[in-house]
């Protein structure tokens, strides 16, 4: 069965610094999809950033990033020059490339953003 | 704006009592999904359904029933609610095709005393 697993229940982090959200996951697929979610004390969900298997290139969102290491299955969330908005719960999460798109979620990592 | 609607937002339930919870979706997505979310559980998936007169179960189906009568809606219900049951409910839809991620409803907390 795919897990996904997020060791760090929680983080905190000084304005404008950076951050890194830590994300491991098992599975024997080999094609798949990763996410980070973003959920606020407003309780929605909100996609932060998203990463193909296939594609060797870590992806990027402003000032959002993963290091994603297929072999290692790991997919860590970097936060540069974080801002108080960005106080929230975070959610790794993995899909399968095919069939109906489920997603399996870590367990979360509380992050708290101070001044 | 266009989304996932989810209602009610909140709701206290004495235990044996039944209720809906109602997701309607207008974005013509296929799937749609019910999760629940814990604490330090992350959100796990009671049950989805992969197109209209369709439902299957997920991770964690017991106590709950489904029904998607209509594409746009998908319907999950508590038959005689547990304190067990208590938790902030998640109504999500996505397309087919590539995996984007889900569109997420607000939630629904629930409490059954």
């Known amino acids: 069965a795919q897990t996904v697993t997020q060791s760090q229940p929680e983080m905190s982090v000084q304005e404008a610094e950076t951050v890194t959200l830590s994300c491991t996951y098992d599975?024997?697929?080999?094609?798949?999809?990763l996410f980070w979610y973003k959920q606020p004390p407003s309780r929605q969900m909100i996609l932060v950033i998203r990463q193909e298997a296939y594609k060797q290139q870590n992806a990027t969102e402003n000032r959002f990033s993963v290091n994603f290491q297929k072999a290692a299955k790991s997919f860590s969330l970097k936060i540069s020059d974080s801002q108080l908005g960005d106080t929230a719960m975070y959610f790794c999460?993995?899909?399968?490339?095919?069939?109906?798109?489920?997603?399996?979620f870590g367990a979360g990592t509380r992050l708290a953003v101070h001044p | 704006n266009a989304g996932v609607t989810q209602t009610p937002k909140f709701r206290v339930l004495k235990t044996g009592q039944s209720m809906t919870l109602l997701c309607a979706q207008d974005?013509?997505?296929?799937?749609m999904y019910w999760y629940r979310q814990d604490p330090g559980m992350g959100l796990r998936l009671i049950h989805y359904?992969?197109?209209?007169?369709?439902?299957a179960k997920g991770e964690v189906p017991d106590g709950y029933n489904v029904s998607r009568l209509k594409k746009q809606n998908f319907l999950l219900g508590l038959e005689s609610a547990a304190p067990s049951q208590t938790s902030v409910y998640f109504c999500?839809?996505?397309?087919?095709?590539?995996?984007?991620?889900?569109?997420f409803g607000s939630g629904t907390r629930l409490t059954v005393v």
């Open positions: 359904s992969v197109g209209e007169g369709t439902t």
């Open positions: 974005m013509n997505h296929e799937y």
């Open positions: 999500a839809s996505s397309g087919t095709g590539r995996v984007y991620g889900y569109t």
């Open positions: 999460a993995f899909s399968f490339s095919g069939g109906y798109n489920k997603l399996i």
């Open positions: 599975t024997s697929e080999n094609n798949y999809y």
